[in-house]
């Protein structure tokens, strides 16, 4: 076939060959396999881990050229007053120091990952640089982990600090002796310790000055650790509530709650109402006034909410309503240690009217009419083990049953069925359709006007509402035989967005069964309640409380429907 082909031939369909190959030679990875190779130390003056340290800078060359990643991730422990001066220098860094250092102390200069090569960004891993102002480099270590007390999840800016000065009021007012940083899963260690007796903290350092600044989260190790070698190697002799090995610490991060109860947060949502949230839970009921109009009594309705921080305000006189600026005064208890002193505050609350559309907008409510909403709860259908949920836009001050009809549709036909009635615990606006639903069958409500009546003696018009109730085999079930219960549980079913779905208080062994589950992932919470309050504590460094203990089921919990998941579990505390 070859001898067919002209030599011009030849030399046209060599041209569009010539111009592909080279194309793909352009296109072709260059240089072999990815380079993941970390920088190398060539040298370094002084040497790494010297001993008799005197100088003020240190240079360190490396085997090719690297950058910064983060150069915020250096930790120098012992702190000095003035952090390094470091910048690059050819293939290496410079590190100048200004402090005095201290006699006869190991110095370690943590850097993390931060120095990675130019190009790939390959990191050093855990790199540090350490040297010592005397004869001899300290070498006992401390490794551990450290978690959210509440939730067992890990945070970011987690430092570890250890203190030399055993005073309560250390933390508060000094930097440690000894500092690190724990990983993205938690776990830390520190190098090159000496032997002493040390307070071990934890703490949420966001603005990394090293010092503990409440509401930072906190960790604390119950009683003092002592770091002493011993002849089988290093070793630890201590005894507290969260260690679980002689080798390894466990902290558990809190927020201690503030001794003072203050306002957080007061608006005037509406002409008639108030909504006043304080930064803890209430312990007493504040006492509201009139500063302007000491003359008015029964002026107002207080609402509480199920978080127990937030109070509602709906105002009863109709000469408040109407004013754009009311002046209020708020008399609450100070918690905590100040139990028994109160604290008042005076603010004006101002109505703004929202601003007019351009479009007119049909109106939601009427001043004489009272608006009702229902709810069904999660997804479109009715659950099986719930109430339908009846929401007034303002509290509730009767109803009137006789005026609510309940119907069942079944082939199209209605049929009137009983039902009862409950008033909500949590709010003044919301009442309860309890029946015993059947599965998967047509439901209608009907409001007829005037069955539920407002505050202001505004009543509903008519209203109808129809709904569908779940089929029984959509749900799945969680079977849990607790065994070895001997102290006081709170066992909490959690969804996928750390929700309780539904709390348990037990002290034996018992079966709980949590069922009508919607198919999705639960988890399965214990909490230890050591005060039998029924619910979870959080600690305090000055009073040296914990945290009350939390254990997960070691496993999540993936529903399915028409499903029953079965297990035994002894929490161990």
Not at 2 to 24: D, E, H, R, Y
Not at 46 to 53: E, Y
Not at 128 to 152: C, K, R, Y
Not at 525 to 545: C, P, Q, V, Y
Request: aromatic share 12%; with cysteine.
């Amino acid at each position: 076939m070859q001898q067919l082909f002209s030599a011009g031939k030849i030399f046209l369909f060599g041209i569009p060959l010539l111009l592909l190959i080279n194309c793909a030679r352009v296109a072709s990875p260059p240089g072999g396999p990815k380079d993941e190779t970390p920088p190398e130390i060539k040298k370094s003056s002084p040497q790494n881990h010297s001993v008799n340290f005197k100088d003020k800078v240190i240079d360190i060359s490396f085997d090719e050229y690297i950058r910064f990643d983060n150069i915020n991730q250096l930790i120098v422990s012992p702190p000095m007053k003035t952090k390094p001066e470091i910048k690059m220098k050819g293939k290496g860094i410079q590190i100048r120091m200004d402090d005095t250092l201290t006699k006869n102390t190991t110095y370690t200069l943590n850097f993390g990952n931060s120095i990675v090569d130019n190009n790939e960004g390959n990191a050093i891993e855990n790199f540090q640089f350490v040297f010592s102002t005397g004869p001899d480099l300290d070498s006992l270590n401390l490794v551990g982990d450290v978690i959210n007390a509440f939730n067992h999840e890990t945070l970011e800016d987690i430092y570890i600090l250890l203190y030399d000065n055993l005073a309560d009021s250390a933390i508060y007012n000094e930097k440690p002796f000894y500092l690190t940083k724990a990983n993205e899963k938690g776990n830390f260690s520190l190098n090159n310790l000496k032997e002493g007796k040390f307070h071990v903290f934890a703490l949420q350092d966001a603005n990394q000055n090293y010092i503990y600044n409440p509401p930072e989260k906190i960790a604390f190790l119950d009683s003092v650790l002592e770091l002493k070698p011993e002849v089988h190697g290093d070793s630890l002799i201590f005894s507290d509530s969260i260690r679980s090995s002689l080798s390894k610490l466990h902290l558990r991060l809190f927020e201690e709650q503030f001794p003072n109860q203050y306002i957080l947060s007061s608006t005037r949502p509406g002409k008639d109402n108030i909504l006043i949230i304080f930064n803890e839970i209430l312990l007493e009921k504040p006492v509201f006034s009139l500063p302007g109009r000491p003359d008015l009594t029964d002026w107002f309705i207080e609402e509480t909410f199920a978080l127990g921080d937030t109070i509602g305000i709906w105002l009863k006189d109709t000469s408040l309503i109407s004013q754009e600026s009311i002046e209020l005064s708020i008399k609450f208890p100070l918690s905590g240690t100040d139990k028994g002193r109160f604290l008042t505050d005076t603010t004006n609350f101002r109505f703004t009217k929202p601003k007019s559309r351009k479009t007119p907008q049909p109106a939601v409510q009427t001043e004489s009419k009272l608006v009702l909403n229902f709810s069904l709860g999660s997804g479109n259908r009715m659950n099986l083990n719930q109430n339908l949920r009846c929401l007034s836009q303002k509290p509730i001050n009767s109803y009137d049953k006789n005026k609510i009809t309940l119907f069942t549709i079944i082939d199209s036909i209605e049929t009137i069925i009983d039902f009862s009635l409950i008033f909500s615990t949590q709010s003044l606006r919301l009442i309860y359709i309890n029946v015993d639903w059947m599965e998967d069958t047509d439901y209608r409500i009907e409001y007829l006007p005037g069955a539920i009546t407002g505050m202001y003696n505004t009543t509903n018009d008519s209203l109808s509402f129809s709904f569908k109730t779940r089929k029984l085999d959509y749900y799945g079930a969680v079977i849990f035989e607790m065994e070895g219960i001997d102290k006081s549980l709170i066992i909490q079913l959690m969804d996928k967005k750390n929700q309780v779905i539904k709390s348990v208080r037990i002290s034996k062994d018992t079966t709980l069964n949590f069922n009508f589950l919607s198919p999705q992932a639960y988890r399965i919470k214990a909490i230890l309640d050591e005060n039998l309050n029924g619910k979870w504590d959080t600690g305090s460094w000055l009073k040296r409380i914990q945290p009350e203990k939390v254990k997960y089921y070691f496993e999540e919990i993936n529903v399915r429907s028409n499903w029953e998941f079965k297990k035994t579990w002894s929490p161990d505390f």
